[in-house]
């Protein structure tokens, strides 16, 4: 009743809208913004129609008639756009951040004149890609976000993860955030060089918090990948212990990567304390020479 009261406000009373609003909800599942979506993919593929003050419903909608699925209407959606504002989407949906601003998009497009880059930013957002209030724009709904990672090839994302570094790089709000996308992009020794540099300026892990703005969540998994890139670099113990120690904080609220890192970071105190050498004594021996 819901989908059909929606379908209404679009159609007004129009013949065969119950038949249309059953296939919608069926499809869409009954959310208003998927809904929304596939009426106007119908309209774009030419099955509702309006003429003469009035729209015009089919009489029936086969399978064929229909996307297979409401992926399929964003992938469509996707495939719709220019390659320049298809990239710019794309690397939207890989950012660390959600909203972009336009000089964002001029930095990630430097081919582009200012005057194409507000064309593009258009674009998106009539293709309802992004929505935004012309100072900051962001993807319009996580399925959006899958369509536009979907059609991204392995060598694209890396070099759209790199982009993204640099665009953190030259706007200096986040080094982290660089990071992260240098990580992904597959330039570990770069990005490990850089994250000593950020370590060595902050003192304790709530610095990384403030710097970064970044939640600990998030900061755990930049640390953690950059722990597993610094292991198959083959890291020297020393260097990355003190990765672990500052992994160790922000990991609290990711079980799996708490229980991967805290006993190696045990394991180390034990060692540098000397409690594993007292371990490794005989028991027979007298508690004083033991212990010395």
């Not at 990672?149 to 030259?170: G, P």
């Not at 540098?272 to 010395?292: I, N, P, S, V």
Request: charged fraction near 20%; aromatic fraction near 6%; include cysteine.
């Amino acid at each position: 009743a819901e989908t059909e009261a929606l379908l209404t406000s679009l159609f007004s009373d129009a013949a065969n809208l119950s038949l249309l609003s059953a296939r919608v909800h069926a499809l869409a599942r009954g959310r208003p913004r998927e809904c929304i979506a596939l009426a106007q993919h119908l309209v774009e593929s030419g099955l509702i129609r309006y003429a003469s003050g009035s729209w015009t419903l089919p009489e029936q909608l086969t399978d064929a008639d229909l996307p297979e699925s409401m992926e399929a209407v964003f992938r469509e959606r996707v495939r719709a756009l220019s390659p320049i504002a298809r990239r710019l989407g794309q690397a939207q949906a890989l950012a660390t951040f959600e909203s972009f601003t336009a000089l964002d998009y001029a930095q990630l497009a430097p081919e582009v004149t200012p005057q194409l880059v507000h064309a593009l930013i258009a674009e998106l957002v009539t293709n309802e890609i992004t929505s935004g209030d012309g100072q900051g724009y962001v993807l319009t709904h996580e399925a959006i976000r899958g369509a536009l990672l979907a059609s991204l090839e392995e060598t694209e994302r890396h070099a759209q993860h790199r982009a993204l570094a640099d665009l953190y790089l030259r706007k200096g709000t986040s080094q982290l955030a660089a990071i992260r996308h240098l990580l992904a992009a597959g330039a570990a020794e770069r990005a490990l060089d850089l994250l000593g540099e950020v370590l060595n300026l902050s003192s304790e892990s709530s610095d990384l918090v403030s710097s970064s703005q970044m939640i600990a969540s998030e900061i755990a998994q930049v640390l953690v990948q950059a722990h597993d890139a610094a292991m198959i670099l083959g890291w020297k113990p020393r260097p990355l212990n003190e990765l672990r120690r500052w992994l160790l904080p922000h990991s609290y609220a990711d079980p799996s990567t708490f229980n991967r890192i805290a006993p190696l970071v045990l394991s180390q105190l034990e060692h540098d304390c000397g409690l594993e050498f007292y371990r490794k004594e005989d028991d027979a021996q007298e508690a004083m020479q033991r212990l010395t």
